[in-house]
């Protein structure tokens, strides 16, 4: 799957998650930067995520995720 699917998707799924339908990611967006973003809408997203692209994060990638960038990284890889 590319970089761009993987985005377009995860994009649906932060709209949805954090209830803002102009969001709009980037390799650099933190949680800091949605004003929604908590630590329960997080793991939602988290669970949301998993469910949508149908892999399983383990610990260490949890740990890895700064940025949404790393998110959309470590998706990639496990879709390979």
Do not use: C, P, Y
């Not at 649906?12 to 990611?25: A, M, P």
Request: no cysteine; charged share 35%.
């Amino acid at each position: 799957m590319k970089r761009e699917e993987i985005v377009e998707r995860l994009t649906l799924i932060f709209r949805k998650v954090f209830n803002e339908k102009d969001l709009v990611l980037r390799d650099d967006l933190t949680a800091n930067d949605v004003e929604t973003w908590d630590s329960l809408t997080h793991m939602l997203m988290i669970t949301e995520v998993e469910n949508e692209f149908q892999i399983k994060f383990k610990l260490k990638d949890l740990n890895k995720m700064k940025q949404v960038g790393d998110l959309i990284s470590i998706v990639e890889s496990k879709l390979q």
